[in-house]
Protein backbone atom coordinates (compact mmCIF):
# COMPACT_ATOMS: atom_id res chain seq x y z
CA UNK A 1 0.00 0.00 0.00
CA UNK A 2 1.10 3.36 -0.61
CA UNK A 3 1.92 6.04 2.37
CA UNK A 4 -0.38 8.53 2.21
CA UNK A 5 1.43 12.09 1.22
CA UNK A 6 -0.62 15.11 1.85
CA UNK A 7 1.04 18.86 1.06
CA UNK A 8 4.26 19.73 3.67
CA UNK A 9 5.91 22.14 1.52
CA UNK A 10 3.65 24.82 1.52
CA UNK A 11 6.71 27.16 -0.35
CA UNK A 12 6.85 24.39 -2.85
CA UNK A 13 3.58 22.54 -3.15
CA UNK A 14 0.94 23.64 -0.99
CA UNK A 15 -2.33 23.47 -3.16
CA UNK A 16 -3.96 26.09 -1.56
CA UNK A 17 -1.21 28.41 -2.81
CA UNK A 18 -1.34 27.08 -6.50
CA UNK A 19 -5.58 26.88 -6.08
CA UNK A 20 -6.80 30.19 -8.22
CA UNK A 21 -10.25 28.78 -8.28
CA UNK A 22 -12.03 28.36 -5.04
CA UNK A 23 -15.79 26.67 -6.09
CA UNK A 24 -17.09 27.51 -3.63
CA UNK A 25 -17.95 31.13 -1.66
CA UNK A 26 -18.72 35.21 -3.63
CA UNK A 27 -15.15 34.95 -4.58
CA UNK A 28 -14.62 31.67 -5.74
CA UNK A 29 -17.52 30.99 -7.44
CA UNK A 30 -16.66 34.26 -10.00
CA UNK A 31 -13.09 33.81 -9.89
CA UNK A 32 -11.01 32.38 -12.86
CA UNK A 33 -9.35 28.99 -13.03
CA UNK A 34 -5.74 27.97 -12.25
CA UNK A 35 -4.66 28.17 -16.22
CA UNK A 36 -6.65 30.89 -17.40
CA UNK A 37 -6.30 34.91 -17.15
CA UNK A 38 -8.88 37.41 -16.59
CA UNK A 39 -10.90 37.10 -19.72
CA UNK A 40 -11.42 33.10 -19.62
CA UNK A 41 -8.60 33.26 -22.15
CA UNK A 42 -6.46 30.00 -22.05
CA UNK A 43 -2.84 30.77 -21.47
CA UNK A 44 -0.08 31.25 -24.12
CA UNK A 45 1.33 27.89 -24.79
CA UNK A 46 5.24 27.49 -23.67
CA UNK A 47 4.83 24.17 -25.65
CA UNK A 48 1.93 23.48 -27.97
CA UNK A 49 1.82 20.30 -29.55
CA UNK A 50 2.81 21.74 -32.57
CA UNK A 51 6.02 22.40 -31.25
CA UNK A 52 8.84 20.58 -32.20
CA UNK A 53 9.53 16.87 -30.64
CA UNK A 54 13.10 18.22 -28.70
CA UNK A 55 10.81 20.99 -27.36
CA UNK A 56 8.42 18.44 -26.65
CA UNK A 57 9.90 16.07 -24.99
CA UNK A 58 11.75 18.95 -22.05
CA UNK A 59 7.97 19.74 -20.86
CA UNK A 60 4.63 17.79 -20.10
CA UNK A 61 1.52 19.43 -19.53
CA UNK A 62 -1.43 18.10 -18.36
CA UNK A 63 -4.63 19.14 -16.41
CA UNK A 64 -6.14 18.60 -12.95
CA UNK A 65 -9.35 19.20 -12.27
CA UNK A 66 -12.06 18.74 -9.10
CA UNK A 67 -14.05 16.31 -11.15
CA UNK A 68 -11.05 14.05 -11.43
CA UNK A 69 -10.02 13.26 -8.01
CA UNK A 70 -7.60 10.88 -9.63
CA UNK A 71 -5.27 13.40 -11.32
CA UNK A 72 -5.59 15.44 -8.04
CA UNK A 73 -3.34 12.92 -5.92
CA UNK A 74 -1.39 12.28 -8.89
CA UNK A 75 -0.52 16.15 -8.90
CA UNK A 76 0.21 15.99 -4.20
CA UNK A 77 1.62 12.73 -5.10
CA UNK A 78 4.18 14.23 -7.94
CA UNK A 79 4.94 10.99 -9.39
CA UNK A 80 5.45 12.26 -12.49
CA UNK A 81 8.08 14.69 -11.50
CA UNK A 82 10.05 11.68 -9.48
CA UNK A 83 9.68 9.48 -12.79
CA UNK A 84 10.46 12.29 -15.53
CA UNK A 85 12.35 14.64 -14.23
CA UNK A 86 15.59 12.49 -14.41
CA UNK A 87 14.86 12.08 -18.12
CA UNK A 88 15.11 16.36 -18.24
CA UNK A 89 11.10 16.29 -18.56
CA UNK A 90 9.43 19.71 -16.58
CA UNK A 91 5.53 18.61 -15.78
CA UNK A 92 3.21 21.34 -15.68
CA UNK A 93 -0.12 21.58 -14.72
CA UNK A 94 -3.23 23.75 -15.40
CA UNK A 95 -6.67 23.45 -13.40
CA UNK A 96 -9.45 23.04 -16.20
CA UNK A 97 -12.64 24.11 -14.34
CA UNK A 98 -15.04 22.00 -16.86
CA UNK A 99 -14.66 19.41 -19.58
CA UNK A 100 -15.18 22.37 -21.68
CA UNK A 101 -11.94 24.14 -20.51
CA UNK A 102 -10.25 21.04 -20.97
CA UNK A 103 -11.50 20.65 -24.32
CA UNK A 104 -10.64 24.93 -24.82
CA UNK A 105 -6.96 23.91 -23.31
CA UNK A 106 -6.35 20.48 -25.61
CA UNK A 107 -7.68 22.09 -28.74
CA UNK A 108 -5.37 25.16 -28.35
CA UNK A 109 -2.60 22.67 -27.47
CA UNK A 110 -2.43 24.78 -23.74
CA UNK A 111 -2.08 21.52 -22.31
CA UNK A 112 -1.14 17.62 -23.99
CA UNK A 113 -3.32 15.62 -22.05
CA UNK A 114 -6.80 16.83 -20.31
CA UNK A 115 -9.74 15.41 -18.73
CA UNK A 116 -13.02 15.72 -19.79
CA UNK A 117 -16.58 14.01 -19.26
CA UNK A 118 -16.39 11.02 -22.15
CA UNK A 119 -19.53 12.94 -24.41
CA UNK A 120 -17.24 16.64 -24.04
CA UNK A 121 -14.73 14.24 -25.97
CA UNK A 122 -16.76 12.96 -28.63
CA UNK A 123 -18.52 16.79 -29.22
CA UNK A 124 -14.82 17.95 -29.19
CA UNK A 125 -13.46 15.51 -31.65
CA UNK A 126 -16.69 16.08 -34.00
CA UNK A 127 -15.99 19.40 -34.23
CA UNK A 128 -12.20 18.06 -35.64
CA UNK A 129 -10.34 19.20 -32.19
CA UNK A 130 -7.32 16.87 -32.73
CA UNK A 131 -7.53 14.14 -29.39
CA UNK A 132 -7.62 10.58 -28.97
CA UNK A 133 -9.48 8.94 -25.25
CA UNK A 134 -6.77 6.93 -23.71
CA UNK A 135 -7.98 6.41 -20.40
CA UNK A 136 -11.12 6.13 -18.35
CA UNK A 137 -10.12 7.59 -14.97
CA UNK A 138 -14.29 7.13 -13.25
CA UNK A 139 -17.64 6.41 -13.79
CA UNK A 140 -19.01 8.88 -11.92
CA UNK A 141 -22.54 9.80 -10.89
CA UNK A 142 -21.33 13.39 -10.94
CA UNK A 143 -24.79 15.13 -12.41
CA UNK A 144 -28.13 15.97 -11.28
CA UNK A 145 -30.92 18.21 -11.94
CA UNK A 146 -30.63 20.50 -8.57
CA UNK A 147 -33.04 22.76 -7.08
CA UNK A 148 -33.16 25.33 -4.42
CA UNK A 149 -34.37 23.65 -0.85
CA UNK A 150 -37.71 25.46 -1.37
CA UNK A 151 -38.58 24.84 -4.61
CA UNK A 152 -41.86 23.47 -5.98
CA UNK A 153 -40.25 21.49 -8.22
CA UNK A 154 -40.49 18.20 -7.73
CA UNK A 155 -39.51 16.79 -10.82
CA UNK A 156 -38.00 17.00 -14.76
CA UNK A 157 -41.66 17.85 -15.95
CA UNK A 158 -42.22 20.75 -13.59
CA UNK A 159 -39.06 22.48 -15.69
CA UNK A 160 -41.03 23.57 -18.55
CA UNK A 161 -41.05 27.34 -18.93
CA UNK A 162 -38.24 27.55 -16.14
CA UNK A 163 -34.70 28.72 -15.97
CA UNK A 164 -32.15 26.48 -15.96
CA UNK A 165 -28.76 26.65 -15.70
CA UNK A 166 -25.92 24.32 -17.14
CA UNK A 167 -22.65 24.36 -18.67
CA UNK A 168 -22.76 23.70 -22.36
CA UNK A 169 -20.49 20.94 -23.95
CA UNK A 170 -20.29 19.49 -20.31
CA UNK A 171 -21.81 16.35 -18.82
CA UNK A 172 -24.16 17.98 -16.95
CA UNK A 173 -25.33 19.82 -20.02
CA UNK A 174 -25.93 16.48 -21.96
CA UNK A 175 -27.54 15.18 -18.75
CA UNK A 176 -29.99 17.71 -18.51
CA UNK A 177 -31.08 16.91 -22.61
CA UNK A 178 -31.89 13.62 -21.35
CA UNK A 179 -33.50 14.11 -18.58
CA UNK A 180 -35.86 16.15 -20.46
CA UNK A 181 -36.48 13.61 -22.63
CA UNK A 182 -37.65 11.46 -20.19
CA UNK A 183 -40.47 13.91 -19.76
CA UNK A 184 -41.08 14.74 -23.71
CA UNK A 185 -39.46 18.00 -23.46
CA UNK A 186 -36.50 19.35 -24.68
CA UNK A 187 -34.62 22.60 -24.46
CA UNK A 188 -36.91 24.70 -26.53
CA UNK A 189 -39.18 24.10 -23.74
CA UNK A 190 -36.82 26.25 -20.79
CA UNK A 191 -34.82 29.13 -20.63
CA UNK A 192 -31.37 27.71 -20.47
CA UNK A 193 -28.64 29.87 -18.74
CA UNK A 194 -25.15 29.04 -19.74
CA UNK A 195 -22.87 29.35 -16.63
CA UNK A 196 -20.06 28.13 -15.50
CA UNK A 197 -20.75 24.75 -13.42
CA UNK A 198 -19.69 27.42 -10.01
CA UNK A 199 -21.33 29.90 -11.83
CA UNK A 200 -24.58 28.05 -12.02
CA UNK A 201 -24.55 26.98 -8.19
CA UNK A 202 -24.54 30.52 -7.40
CA UNK A 203 -27.24 31.65 -9.67
CA UNK A 204 -29.46 29.08 -7.85
CA UNK A 205 -28.52 30.06 -4.36
CA UNK A 206 -29.30 33.74 -5.58
CA UNK A 207 -32.85 32.89 -6.87
CA UNK A 208 -31.62 33.95 -10.31
CA UNK A 209 -32.38 30.67 -11.70
CA UNK A 210 -35.31 27.71 -11.05
CA UNK A 211 -32.54 24.80 -11.33
CA UNK A 212 -29.20 24.30 -12.22
CA UNK A 213 -27.74 20.73 -13.80
CA UNK A 214 -25.01 20.27 -11.48
CA UNK A 215 -21.89 18.97 -10.88
CA UNK A 216 -20.14 17.26 -8.27
CA UNK A 217 -17.90 18.09 -5.75
CA UNK A 218 -20.16 22.00 -6.24
CA UNK A 219 -23.57 19.76 -6.48
CA UNK A 220 -22.72 17.83 -2.85
CA UNK A 221 -21.98 21.12 -1.57
CA UNK A 222 -25.42 22.69 -2.66
CA UNK A 223 -26.99 20.06 -0.78
CA UNK A 224 -24.72 19.89 2.34
CA UNK A 225 -24.24 23.86 2.60
CA UNK A 226 -27.73 25.09 1.61
CA UNK A 227 -30.38 22.25 1.31
CA UNK A 228 -30.09 22.37 -2.40
CA UNK A 229 -32.24 18.80 -3.77
CA UNK A 230 -31.59 16.68 -6.43
CA UNK A 231 -34.68 16.19 -8.19
CA UNK A 232 -33.39 13.89 -10.09
CA UNK A 233 -30.15 11.83 -11.17
CA UNK A 234 -29.50 8.88 -13.36
CA UNK A 235 -25.66 6.90 -13.49
CA UNK A 236 -26.65 5.82 -17.19
CA UNK A 237 -27.02 9.24 -18.50
CA UNK A 238 -23.39 10.36 -17.19
CA UNK A 239 -20.71 9.57 -20.20
CA UNK A 240 -17.56 8.45 -18.04
CA UNK A 241 -14.20 10.66 -16.79
CA UNK A 242 -11.94 9.73 -19.32
CA UNK A 243 -8.45 11.15 -20.36
CA UNK A 244 -7.76 12.54 -23.46
CA UNK A 245 -4.49 13.45 -25.36
CA UNK A 246 -4.10 15.27 -28.67
CA UNK A 247 -3.26 13.13 -31.28
CA UNK A 248 0.61 14.97 -32.25
CA UNK A 249 1.60 14.49 -28.69
CA UNK A 250 0.73 10.51 -29.15
CA UNK A 251 2.74 10.83 -32.17
CA UNK A 252 5.82 12.45 -30.71
CA UNK A 253 5.83 11.33 -27.25
CA UNK A 254 4.13 8.11 -27.01
CA UNK A 255 6.46 7.40 -23.82
CA UNK A 256 5.09 10.37 -21.67
CA UNK A 257 1.73 9.17 -22.53
CA UNK A 258 2.46 6.23 -20.86
CA UNK A 259 3.73 7.54 -18.04
CA UNK A 260 0.46 9.56 -17.42
CA UNK A 261 -1.96 6.64 -17.64
CA UNK A 262 0.49 4.46 -15.42
CA UNK A 263 0.26 7.22 -13.01
CA UNK A 264 -3.23 7.07 -13.51
CA UNK A 265 -3.33 3.08 -12.57
CA UNK A 266 -1.43 4.01 -9.52
CA UNK A 267 -3.85 6.59 -8.18
CA UNK A 268 -6.46 4.04 -8.94
CA UNK A 269 -4.93 1.73 -6.64
CA UNK A 270 -4.26 4.66 -4.18
CA UNK A 271 -7.08 6.23 -3.31
CA UNK A 272 -9.23 3.40 -1.76
CA UNK A 273 -5.93 2.29 0.16
CA UNK A 274 -6.01 6.11 1.34
CA UNK A 275 -9.49 7.20 1.08
CA UNK A 276 -9.28 9.14 4.56
CA UNK A 277 -6.24 11.52 2.54
CA UNK A 278 -7.98 11.33 -0.59
CA UNK A 279 -11.08 12.69 0.93
CA UNK A 280 -9.13 15.55 2.85
CA UNK A 281 -6.67 15.91 -0.43
CA UNK A 282 -10.35 16.80 -2.58
CA UNK A 283 -11.43 18.73 -0.05
CA UNK A 284 -8.87 21.09 0.09
CA UNK A 285 -8.72 21.72 -3.18
CA UNK A 286 -12.02 22.30 -4.17
CA UNK A 287 -12.75 24.28 -0.63
CA UNK A 288 -15.17 21.87 0.44
CA UNK A 289 -16.20 20.34 4.09
CA UNK A 290 -14.59 16.80 4.05
CA UNK A 291 -18.42 15.47 4.57
CA UNK A 292 -19.11 16.90 0.97
CA UNK A 293 -15.66 15.41 -0.59
CA UNK A 294 -16.63 12.10 1.31
CA UNK A 295 -20.20 12.37 -0.74
CA UNK A 296 -18.60 13.34 -3.72
CA UNK A 297 -15.93 10.10 -3.88
CA UNK A 298 -18.58 8.14 -2.41
CA UNK A 299 -20.64 9.13 -5.76
CA UNK A 300 -17.65 8.41 -7.80
CA UNK A 301 -16.80 4.67 -9.00
CA UNK A 302 -13.14 3.97 -9.72
CA UNK A 303 -13.07 0.26 -9.43
CA UNK A 304 -13.12 -0.24 -13.76
CA UNK A 305 -11.78 -0.56 -16.55
CA UNK A 306 -9.28 1.68 -17.70
CA UNK A 307 -9.26 0.69 -21.06
CA UNK A 308 -11.73 2.43 -23.40
CA UNK A 309 -14.14 1.07 -25.96
CA UNK A 310 -17.49 -0.84 -25.90
CA UNK A 311 -18.83 0.23 -22.63
CA UNK A 312 -18.17 4.11 -23.52
CA UNK A 313 -18.87 3.72 -27.11
CA UNK A 314 -22.40 2.29 -25.74
CA UNK A 315 -23.28 5.34 -24.19
CA UNK A 316 -22.02 7.79 -26.29
CA UNK A 317 -23.89 6.21 -28.95
CA UNK A 318 -27.14 7.12 -27.53
CA UNK A 319 -25.76 10.93 -26.37
CA UNK A 320 -24.37 11.31 -30.08
CA UNK A 321 -27.32 12.21 -31.81
CA UNK A 322 -28.01 14.86 -29.41
CA UNK A 323 -25.23 17.11 -30.66
CA UNK A 324 -27.04 16.93 -34.11
CA UNK A 325 -30.52 17.77 -32.47
CA UNK A 326 -29.26 20.65 -30.71
CA UNK A 327 -26.76 21.99 -33.77
CA UNK A 328 -23.69 21.24 -31.81
CA UNK A 329 -22.69 19.41 -34.80
CA UNK A 330 -24.03 19.19 -38.59
CA UNK A 331 -24.70 16.28 -39.31
CA UNK A 332 -25.10 12.54 -37.67
CA UNK A 333 -22.36 10.83 -40.24
CA UNK A 334 -19.44 13.06 -38.56
CA UNK A 335 -20.31 12.49 -34.97
CA UNK A 336 -20.36 8.77 -35.85
CA UNK A 337 -16.59 9.23 -38.01
CA UNK A 338 -15.78 10.92 -34.70
CA UNK A 339 -16.63 7.94 -31.78
CA UNK A 340 -15.16 5.44 -33.94
CA UNK A 341 -12.03 6.96 -33.94
CA UNK A 342 -11.78 8.12 -31.21
CA UNK A 343 -10.22 5.45 -28.75
CA UNK A 344 -6.69 4.82 -28.26
CA UNK A 345 -6.72 2.09 -26.19
CA UNK A 346 -3.28 0.42 -25.97
CA UNK A 347 -2.01 2.44 -23.88
CA UNK A 348 -4.89 1.91 -20.97
CA UNK A 349 -3.80 -1.85 -21.74
CA UNK A 350 -0.29 -1.49 -21.15
CA UNK A 351 -0.72 0.35 -18.34
CA UNK A 352 1.92 -0.32 -15.26
CA UNK A 353 1.11 1.06 -11.70
CA UNK A 354 4.36 0.26 -10.50
Known amino acids: MTSARLPSHPSRRSLLGLLALGPLGAAGLSACAQGEDASGAAPAAAGSGSSSAGQQARKLTLDFATYNPLSLVIKDQEWLETDLGGQGVTVEWVQSAGSNKANEFLRNGNIQIGSTAGAAALL ?6 PIKVVDVFSQPNWSGVVVG ?120 AWVPANLEAATALLAQVAGIDPQVAATTLGRTKLDISPVPGATQAAVLEEIGPLFVANGDVADQGTVDEALSTLFEPAYAQKADPS
Do not use: C
Not at 124 to 129: L, V
Not at 177 to 195: H, M, P, S, Y
Open 124 to 129: ARSNGS
Open 149 to 268: KDSPITGVADLRGRRVAATTGTDPYFFLVQALGTAGLTTADITLENLQHADGRAALDAGNVDAWAGLDPIMAAAQAEGGAKIVYDNIAFNSYGVLNAREDFLAEHPDLAQAVVNAYEKAR
